[in-house]
Antibody, heavy 121, light 105 residues
Framework: QIQLLQSGAEVVKPGASVKVSCKAS????????FIWVRQAPGQGLEWMGW????????VYTQKFQGRVSMTTDASAATTYLELTGLTSDDTAVYFC??????????????WGQGTRVTVSS | QSTLTQPRSVSGSHGQAVTISCVGS?????????VSWYQQHPGTAPRLIIF???KRPSGVPPRFSASRSGTTASLTISGLQLEDEADYYC?????FGTGTTVTVL
């Protein structure tokens, strides 16, 4: 069955970076793009960006441009989110999700379990 | 950057129907053809419940339905069940809605 398995919780200091992984299984990795989404405590879902493993292309939300990097490793069937210059505002649960397609658009049918990132000195 | 605005909360009695609106700021009609809806219970990942405006993935009960008119998408839950208590988010390219908490009275 299709699964997205994310790496474990992280506690990082302000100013540091964090790298979260999302390992896909149960389908051919390069055939679907991913998005990364975060959710601060008690808040809604925030779209961070999109990565296409086949084209090795990315689109980042303007808010995160300059300090976010989304990459993929097809040999490991894994996508990565790296966020630099962390502040307390980056404390959140980070989710990866697989993009699927229909005739005129797309949706997100499988989600990782989430990775809690806490920024604290 | 487009925005999608939802009511903060809606509530209904067990067995009743509730409707959640999702009002977009993007003026282009095509933007809303991509709307999908997600359900999220506390402490869990979001779950897809509607895609392509009004289609349900397998396993999603038929009491969940959706529609779109202009720049507003809507999700209706008919015959509310206790397990429907959750947060609901609409989604279009690049943006999630503000989220709605559904409470079953």
């Amino acid at each position: 069955q299709i699964q997205l398995l994310q790496s474990g919780a992280e506690v990082v200091k302000p100013g540091a970076s964090v790298k979260v992984s999302c390992k896909a299984s149960g389908y051919t990795f390069n055939t679907h793009s991913f998005i990364w989404v975060r959710q601060a405590p008690g808040q809604g879902l925030e779209w961070m960006g999109w990565v296409n493993p086949y084209k090795q292309s990315t689109v980042y939300t303007q808010k995160f441009q300059g300090r976010v990097s989304m990459t993929t490793d097809a040999s490991a069937a894994t996508t990565y989110l790296e966020l630099t210059g962390l502040t307390s505002d980056d404390t959140a649960v980070y989710f990866c999700a697989r993009e699927n397609y229909f005739a005129s658009g797309s949706y997100f049918d499988y989600w990782g379990q989430g990775t809690r990132v806490t920024v604290s000195s | 950057q487009s925005t999608l605005t939802q009511p903060r909360s809606v509530s209904g009695s067990h067995g009743q129907a509730v409707t959640i609106s999702c009002v977009g700021s993007n003026p282009y009609d095509e933007f809303y053809t991509y709307v999908s809806w997600y359900q999220q219970h506390p402490g869990t990942a979001p779950r897809l419940i509607i895609f392509d405006v009004d289609k349900r993935p397998s396993g999603v009960p038929p009491r969940f339905s959706a529609s779109r008119s202009g720049t507003t998408a809507s999700l209706t839950i008919s015959g509310l069940q206790l397990e429907d208590e959750a947060d609901y988010y609409c989604c279009a390219p690049g943006v999630f809605g503000t989220g709605t908490t559904v409470t079953v009275l």
